[in-house]
């Protein structure tokens, strides 16, 4: 093939973005996560990062990072494997580990390399995974390159999920992938019921609490917290790139199976460890989580309340979220675009979801109200939606 010919296979489908006038991705910031965020110098309510307890911006976080720079630099440009591997590092596996409540931790770079990662190096063709239909792409990718069998089960549904497993016979090994809190409709996965089925027929959960770590739960630790299970014996994953306020990822569950991974998951061997700034702000955001998870949470939970409110009255069909996640049911790409336009067009940024992260006519407009913002910011939050009454 000629590099003409090549080139001319990548074509953009600019059909939305010329129906609507708009590309809501990669807006370019120019501030941090504050009350306010920039965009080409004006002022936008972030409701879309995931900053759900608006610790992205915070002082102690900033300084903390900050001296860990001094100590260690900026990266430490090796993979953990080699030298890579800081006391910072060692420290926040130990502490994330506690926070967790499992029995040990490894962390990678972000998480969606450790779902990616994980699947290759444990299983193989032999096993299959049974995957909730709405789980990440991060792993089903991970999935299918690990060349297992993908058995998708309808979303949060239980009975369907127990007919598979009755079903299936003669693999290896066989998992149950799910998220906690799904994030484009912020629903939670029941997870205690979910363990159960797999103790019944010999299965191995595996859960990504990205959406749920540092959310839910009475102290804020997750998925396993929230659903009571003290003796979790299977594996959890989560970013730290959301409530954690950073970056990376990380595989938690036995120490067997975490120590393994150190040495045989090609993700973590053969990648740049997290630099140690990262590892500092994460460290801190956990002391910060265990002292004021309760104060934090009250004020992330006004403000999705106010938000999902403001909403509804105003003729917003939403999902049933019952997390931080407000989702508005958009239709179509068109629309979904047309809409998450009219809110940035009135300072509100927030994140469209459209074919194919969704099915076509379930488009989906998240917002994330997290609690760095002040409550005249909601007011003026409410006031836009108000205005945009449907
Ligand atoms: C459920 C879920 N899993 C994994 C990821 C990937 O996390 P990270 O940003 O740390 O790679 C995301 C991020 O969008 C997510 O929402």
């Excluded at 494997?81 to 596996?93: D, N, P, Q």
């Excluded at 497993?165 to 066989?174: A, T």
């Excluded at 104060?295 to 909403?311: G, N, P, Q, V, Y």
Aim: hydrophobic share 35%.
């Amino acid at each position: 093939m000629k590099f003409e010919e090549f080139y001319k296979r990548f074509k953009l489908d600019h059909d939305v973005v010329q129906k609507t006038g708009f590309n809501p991705y990669y807006p370019v910031i120019q501030s941090g996560l504050d009350d306010y965020i920039i965009i080409e110098g004006n002022k936008y309510i972030d409701l879309a990062s995931n900053n759900y307890l608006g610790l992205a911006n915070d002082w102690r976080v900033k300084k903390a990072c900050l001296a860990a720079v001094e100590k260690y630099g900026v990266s430490l440009c090796a993979t953990p494997i080699a030298s890579g591997y800081s006391e910072l590092y060692y420290r926040v596996e130990q502490k994330l580990t506690k926070f967790v409540g499992l029995e040990s931790a490894i962390i990678y770079p972000s998480c969606y390399q450790a779902n990616n990662g994980l699947f290759p190096a444990i299983a193989g063709k032999e096993d299959i995974a049974i995957i909730d239909r709405s789980a990440h792409s991060s792993l089903i990718e991970g999935i299918r390159s690990a060349g297992c069998k993908i058995w998708p089960f309808l979303h949060n549904n239980l009975d369907y999920l127990e007919k598979i497993l009755k079903k299936i016979s003669g693999y290896r090994q066989v998992f149950v992938v799910t998220e906690s809190v799904f994030s484009t409709e912020g629903d939670i996965a029941p997870f205690k019921e979910i363990v159960e089925l797999c103790e019944k027929y010999n299965a191995f959960p595996v859960i990504d609490d990205s959406h749920g770590i540092g959310v839910i739960g009475k102290n804020g630790k997750g998925i396993l917290e929230y659903a009571g299970l003290k003796d979790f014996q299977g594996i959890f994953t989560t970013s730290l790139g959301k409530s954690l306020a950073n970056s990376g990822g990380i595989i938690c569950g036995r120490k067997s199976l975490i120590d393994y991974l150190r040495y045989y998951s090609s993700h973590l061997v053969y990648s740049t460890s997290l630099p140690t700034s990262s590892l500092a702000g994460i460290e801190i955001v956990l002391e910060i989580i265990e002292q004021e998870f309760s104060e934090l949470s009250k004020k992330m939970w006004f403000s999705k309340r106010t938000i999902s409110d403001a909403l509804r009255d105003s003729g917003f069909d939403l999902t049933d979220s019952i997390t931080p996640i407000t989702s508005i049911k958009s239709g179509d790409p068109v629309k979904t675009i047309s809409l998450a336009k009219e809110l940035f067009n009135n300072n509100i940024l927030t994140t469209p979801f459209v074919y194919p992260s969704v099915q076509y006519n379930e488009g989906r407009i998240r917002l994330i109200a997290g609690a760095k913002l002040s409550e005249s910011t909601i007011d003026r939050a409410t006031e836009i939606i108000k205005s945009l009454k449907r």
